[in-house]
């Protein structure tokens, strides 16, 4: 059997080791496996290799829930598959997702303590859609 070789890159840090600088790039997580390649950003300006894979929600956008009757729902609809996704996060270092909070007047900080002495400010379904607790940092 002959070896094919991909035709894009399968990481971020292979295009850094090609000289590249910080740009988008098409990366194949898997090489000429099952999983097609995708789009991603890649943030080579430190030392570690930042791989940004982007999503529909707008960089601003207004949500209108304030009770438990009128809850926000907000979809992240991602550029990649979920087996994309995974194919990239397995093989890094590190991995984080950021979503802000910001708002004049919020009652985001009077929520309610539970039975643990917690205070839930969020709640967000993981990529293996288990609900998990989340809080905010807010700053002036």
């Keep these: 059997m002959e070896w094919i070789r991909a035709i894009y890159e399968l990481s971020c840090e292979a295009y850094k080791h090609l000289g590249k600088t910080s740009n988008y790039y098409w990366i194949d997580p898997d090489g ?3 999983l097609g390649p995708l789009k991603v950003y890649c943030n080579m300006t430190e030392d570690k290799v930042w791989t940004t894979v982007y999503h529909d929600l707008q960089m601003q956008t207004s949500v209108g829930g304030n009770s ?15 087996d ?3 194919a990239i996060t397995s093989s890094a270092e590190y991995c984080e997702q950021f979503i802000s909070y910001s708002c004049k007047m919020s009652r985001l900080l009077n929520t309610p303590v539970d039975v643990a002495g917690d205070r839930t400010f969020a709640l967000f379904a993981n990529r293996n859609l288990e609900i998990e607790k989340g809080s905010f940092v807010l700053t002036d």
Excluded: F, H, P
């Excluded at 438990?68 to 979920?82: D, F, P, R």
């Design 84 to 86: 994309q996704i995974s």
């Design 32 to 34: 000429s496996g099952a």
């Design 68 to 82: 438990l009757e009128k809850l926000s729902v907000l979809q992240l609809n991602y550029s990649a598959t979920m």
